[in-house]
């Protein structure tokens, strides 16, 4: 009789995720359930899945549950469709700290319309945000200079529009380190002639930066009553903690199965 049972739960477990290629037309839409899986680092959502008879896609939705940033590569995630298992393609996705980002993966496939798709993201990879500041001389302005380097950062400012009720810049970064470069422009503030501080108003989140890659953004500050004429007298940019350094870590992944939704499927296909 125990021998019965094992039998039969591993009959069952092997039902349960088995794949059934469904007989619909080659037009027909399969939609599917959202699915999810978590760790203690961030929880992934698999939403919007659909296949046809040529391709499936879905969105996955990450919500980072660190103080630190994680980098999401499509590249790291497989469609196991049938006997097939398929490499996603797309740009590599940052997920900020305590913040959520999405990205949509698609993969061609000849005959994908199936009951069921696994989804499985091999690694992710986590940057942490608590590194060292690189210390970085004030800015000028109006400037002396264009270009500063600043540890691995290269920078150059592209433009400048200064007047008496808003002053906005553009700057170009490059980071030529061996590691990832943290960007945060929203750290920086201006000093002005009185040596109040005036908030870059640009909430700029920021980038990473792998060897080689570059990022422009703009600060931009508003008139601040009393603290000084931003077009006739000079003032500087603090930068604060806008460069930092830090390495990738890599972390485990995982898995979930989207499960068709015959309701929604029979609905989109009238």
């Known amino acids: ?5 094992v039998a039969l739960l591993i009959l069952s ?7 059934t290629r469904l007989a619909v037309d080659a037009g027909y ?3 599917y359930q959202q699915t999810s899986f978590e760790t203690d680092d961030y929880k992934i959502y698999i939403e919007d899945g659909i296949s046809t008879e040529a391709w499936a896609k879905c969105k996955i939705r990450i919500f980072n549950k660190t103080n630190d940033f994680l980098i999401f590569k499509p590249t790291d995630l497989t469609f196991k469709i049938g006997d097939n298992i398929l490499p996603g393609m797309d740009k590599q996705v940052i997920v900020f700290p305590n ?3 999405t990205r949509v993966v698609d993969v061609k496939n000849k005959n994908s319309q199936y009951d069921k798709i696994t989804i499985e993201i091999k690694n992710l990879y986590r940057i942490p945000a608590n590194t060292p500041i690189i210390k970085t001389d004030d800015f000028n302005i109006p400037p002396t200079v264009k270009e500063f380097k600043t540890g691995d950062f290269n920078c150059t400012l592209k433009s400048a529009a200064i007047k008496t009720d808003k002053t906005l810049l553009k700057f170009v970064c490059v ?23 005036n908030p870059n108003i640009n909430r700029n989140k920021g980038n990473l930066l792998e060897k080689g890659k570059s990022d422009d953004f703009f600060v931009e500050f508003k008139e601040l009553k009393g603290s000084g004429n931003m077009q006739r007298e000079p003032f500087k940019l603090i930068w604060n903690g ?16 989207m499960e068709v939704d015959n309701v929604k499927s029979a609905e989109k296909n009238k």
């Open 1 to 5: 009789m125990r021998n019965l049972i």
């Open 13 to 19: 477990s092997f039902t349960s995720f088995s794949q």
């Open 29 to 31: 839409k399969v939609y």
């Open 99 to 101: 913040d959520e980002a």
């Open 175 to 197: 980071y030529e380190g061996d590691n990832i470069g943290i960007l945060t422009p929203s750290q920086i503030v201006a000093q002005m002639p009185n040596k109040q501080e």
């Open 242 to 257: 806008t460069f930092k350094e830090s390495k990738s870590e890599t972390i485990g992944g995982g898995k979930a199965t």
